[in-house]
């Protein structure tokens, strides 16, 4: 059982459009990270949100953490093919369990020209 | 500056045999953490170990260890290999605080016949 649900589990769009991703769960967690993966590489990790409702964001990429801490969404902007990947959201429940994260399935995205 | 190492790339086992996988982290990091990533359910939290201690342990049965070593790189043994565990194993390393980042490497893929 996944704590942590991705929606959509795929999404396929034209460069230049916008997509936003989704994570959510009904436990609450102390912090969220989004990661990118892709073929034949470990996750890298894009950002870390710790306060609920803070918004990040990075050049084309906003990140916001929901108010009550169970749910965030990746948001991009005028996404470019170099965007394709899988993208995974990740918690930690508490402030010392910061390297036993909870995944989400994935979403994986493909950006084509 | 070399990132986390994994060996090996490709691994094919039967039932019943043992597998060992070896990760080498990024130079500094003392903190290592073993997930499996596979198909279809995202990453599952399998070991965490500090400075030669195994700190935490995902759901996962006994014959899935581990071990780290004095230069901090560590290995992840299973036995009794069974079909399902057949997956991507992920390892991924910090500094001691953590401070959630996490460094992963690309896996070793573990298929078993």
């Known amino acids: 059982t996944q704590l942590l649900e991705q929606s959509p589990q795929f999404l396929s769009i034209q460069e230049g459009e916008n997509l936003t991703v989704y994570c959510n769960s009904s436990?609450?967690?102390?912090?969220l990270q989004w990661y990118r993966q892709e073929p034949g590489e470990g996750p890298v990790l894009l950002v870390t949100?710790?306060?609920?409702?803070e918004v990040k964001k990075l050049k084309r990429l906003t990140f916001q953490f929901g108010d009550a801490r169970k749910d965030s969404s990746l948001h991009i902007t005028a996404a470019q093919p170099g965007d394709t990947g899988l993208y995974l959201c990740?918690?930690?429940?508490?402030?010392?369990?910061?390297?036993?994260?909870?995944f989400g399935a994935g979403t994986q995205v493909v950006v084509t020209p | 500056e070399a990132g986390v190492t994994q060996s090996p790339t490709h691994l094919i086992k039967t039932r019943g045999q043992q597998a060992t996988l070896r990760c080498s982290p990024i130079?500094?990091?003392?903190?290592v953490y073993w997930y499996q990533q596979a198909l279809g359910l995202g990453l599952q939290f399998l070991l965490w170990?500090?400075?030669?201690?195994?700190?935490n342990r995902g759901n996962f049965p006994p014959r899935f260890s581990g071990r780290q070593f004095p230069n901090y790189s560590s290995e992840l043994n299973v036995n009794a290999l069974e079909l399902e565990d057949s997956a991507l194993y992920l390892c991924?390393?910090?500094?001691?605080?953590?401070?959630?980042?996490?460094?992963f490497g690309a896996g070793s893929r573990l298929t078993v016949l």
């Open positions: 991924a390393s910090s500094f001691p605080s953590g401070a959630n980042v996490l460094t």
């Open positions: 436990s609450v967690f102390s912090s």
């Open positions: 949100v710790v306060t609920g409702g």
């Open positions: 990740a918690g930690a429940k508490t402030t010392d369990s910061w390297g036993k994260l909870q």
């Open positions: 130079s500094g990091h003392t903190s």
């Open positions: 170990y500090d400075e030669g201690e195994e700190r």
